[in-house]
């Protein structure tokens, strides 16, 4: 390093843009690797959006075409039976409607439990800071594990109860530490120090103006843990028995998976055959339906993403 | 300013709302996180129905010899850390060549679009990959099952396979959280002073030169962290995938330790026996984490700890 810092100071001043730089010295071995380069890249894209695809088109497409392979790059025997079938199914509607709940309870109590503690972690005069940080971290290393964590849980009475899933799960250490660092890092002291002479305490301080500047980062946390309620399906499996309380997860689990009949009637696992294919167009139907509000915002909020996570990467 | 000596109670005091604002998370983390620490002693107990998680008679390392001599032992481990091990080692290599490939993107638009087709697996839930996998994989029909036999990879069943369990978790592991994971390398890189790259360029550095000593050398930071937190989870391979992927002919292969401890203790209410495998394999994990720690403190001199 310390000899190319000498370089830097020699080069220092050629203002030159960088592309346009580039250009200029370009060797044969560039051609190449930048050929190599887009190659590489076109081979990411498709190999990571191919399969997404996939299912949209299999989804609206005769089965029997899917799996003689006659099908892939547009749909083929255009069908909404598969639609049709998951917006009669009463388990969908129950599973999907549950995970709303429980996904926008959850992450109202996340988000009321972690900001403020990440606000106050954040402040230097707050004397216990290093120790409260200590002993939540030290939850990242450590747990009791399965056992131990079910039985706390049925003394609580938490067992076959759906506030199971927006409790125990109020704080994540790591969400916590992203928003702690963002206010260290974002929120200019002074804002602290023009709030302390108008008089206004920690509560409406945070309230007032330290929360209306930070809507990126809930946004990101708020997202963070919305994305995990919905796709929770740990919690289902162990804490639920209850039919009506099964998460959306829980239900794609028994539609997808143990390949449960169907209100077609198509599901048995057994007889392959004409059942067996309607039940797959039902399968890939269920995918874009359960993923499909993810898919329908996630371009939105992408953009916060990066911010996201470099923020908690600088003090993680 | 503060006057300086208020000892504790007295900043207590001075600060109550800073207190006030981090207690709900406090009481939230003692009771949900630091609760069934507390109920770890059951590892050594019998545990007794009748008197709850801490009443019952000690009985010393009884469940952990019981879990060492069971024939299990050597197949448990042998599978956890052969499918951990490959999706640490795949699952770090791939998003620092990810990064240092958009790195190399100079559109920003095309970059933008890269990376938020590479983010988009990541938030898709397991149930949903696994059943996809599944559909892929389905012998004879499935559409990667044709696309591979195109290739010259055949198999049967794939997911039937014991051989190819691995393998198939893996690669998809990679193929969700390889843009995720990236980001991180990305950040690292992009804070990287382009004089740098100027002044290596007129050393004479070539493309492939320049990611060889200065893109490299850039995120080997972030890399060594990472590379300690991910050892910390060697044994701790993710329940939920493994778990769906299982089935009745792959299980030789897929059975690990976490999915072991759900059967036994939540479905057959071995709850002592269950305690103390949990236990053993977080004192693995905290020995791999702190092994990783050392290692990289004396090679690159950086660590978490």
């Known amino acids: 390093m310390g000899s190319a810092n000498g370089k830097i100071q020699a080069s220092g001043s050629a203002n030159i843009p960088e592309n346009k730089h580039r250009r200029e010295q370009r060797t044969p071995t560039d051609w190449v690797v930048d050929i190599v380069i887009w190659l590489l890249v076109a081979f990411v894209i498709v190999a990571i959006m191919y399969p997404l695809w996939f299912v949209i088109i299999a989804s609206v497409s005769n089965q029997t075409l899917v799996n003689n392979g006659q099908v892939f790059i547009v749909p083929k025997g255009f069908s909404w039976y598969g639609y049709e079938q998951i917006f009669a199914d009463d388990r969908i509607w129950n599973g999907y409607m549950n995970t709303i709940v429980y996904s926008l309870v959850g992450t109202l109590i996340n988000l009321v439990v972690t900001l403020p503690a990440a606000f106050a972690l954040s402040r230097h005069e707050f004397h216990g800071r290093r120790l409260v940080m200590l002993f939540f971290t030290i939850t990242m290393f450590v747990n009791g594990g399965l056992i131990p964590t079910y039985l706390l849980y049925k003394q609580l009475g938490l067992i076959d109860n759906w506030l199971v899933f927006v409790i125990p799960s109020a704080v994540n250490v790591y969400n916590l530490i992203i928003a702690r660092s963002f206010f260290e890092t974002s929120i200019p002291e002074e804002l602290h120090d023009a709030a302390q002479i108008d008089g206004l305490g920690y509560f409406r301080y945070f309230l007032k103006i330290v929360l209306p500047l930070s809507s990126a980062i809930v946004a990101v946390i708020g997202l963070y843990y919305l994305v995990q309620h919905w796709n929770d399906f740990f919690t289902g499996l162990i804490y639920i028995n209850t039919y009506d309380k099964q998460p959306l997860q829980m239900v794609l689990r028994d539609i997808l998976l143990a390949n449960s009949a169907f209100a077609g009637g198509s599901g048995s696992t057994a007889g392959a055959g004409y059942g067996q294919e309607l039940a797959d167009q039902i399968k890939y139907g269920v995918i874009i339906a359960s993923t499909l509000p993810l898919l329908v915002i996630y371009p939105f909020i992408q953009k916060y993403f990066n911010k996201g996570v470099m923020i908690g990467a600088i003090k993680g | ?305």
């Not at chain 2, 996180?33 to 000690?58: H, S, V």
């Not at chain 2, 050597?74 to 640490?88: D, H, K, P, Q």
């Open chain 2, 1 to 305: 300013m503060a006057p300086r000596k208020l000892g504790f109670i007295g900043t207590v005091k001075r600060y109550w709302q800073l207190w006030a604002m981090a207690l709900p998370a406090i009481v939230f983390v003692a009771i949900f996180n630091y609760g069934p620490m507390y109920g770890i002693q059951l590892a050594f107990r019998e545990f007794d129905f009748t008197k709850g998680l801490t009443g019952g008679e000690w009985v010393g390392l009884k469940y952990f010899k019981q879990f060492f001599d069971s024939p299990l032992f050597g197949t448990l481990m042998a599978n956890t850390v052969r499918i951990s091990l490959w999706t640490l080692v795949m699952g770090f290599i791939f998003p620092i060549i990810l990064a240092l490939l958009i790195n190399q993107i100079r559109s920003s638009k095309v970059k933008g679009f890269v990376q938020t087709i590479t983010y988009l697996p990541h938030f898709i839930s397991t149930v949903v990959i696994v059943s996809m996998i599944n559909l892929f994989l389905k012998p004879d029909a499935g559409v990667l099952t044709r696309v591979l036999g195109v290739i010259g990879i055949q198999s049967d069943n794939f997911m039937g396979d014991p051989n190819l369990f691995t393998p198939i978790y893996w690669i998809t592991e990679v193929w969700q959280h390889v843009g995720w994971n990236s980001i991180i390398y990305l950040a690292a890189l992009s804070s990287v002073d382009t004089a740098l790259y100027e002044a290596a360029k007129i050393d004479g550095a070539g493309r492939l030169q320049l990611i060889r000593y200065v893109d490299l050398p850039a995120i080997m930071p972030t890399c060594g962290v990472l590379l300690i937190l991910n050892m910390g989870n060697v044994l701790n391979v993710g329940f939920e995938k493994v778990f769906l992927m299982q089935n009745t002919l792959n299980l030789d292969a897929s059975e690990v330790i976490s999915t072991y401890t759900y059967k036994i203790g939540i479905l057959q209410s071995q709850f002592s026996y269950s305690t103390a495998i949990g236990l053993f394999n977080m004192l693995i994990n905290f020995a791999f984490l702190v092994i990783a720690n050392q290692i990289s403190r004396k090679v690159s001199n950086s660590g978490i700890f």
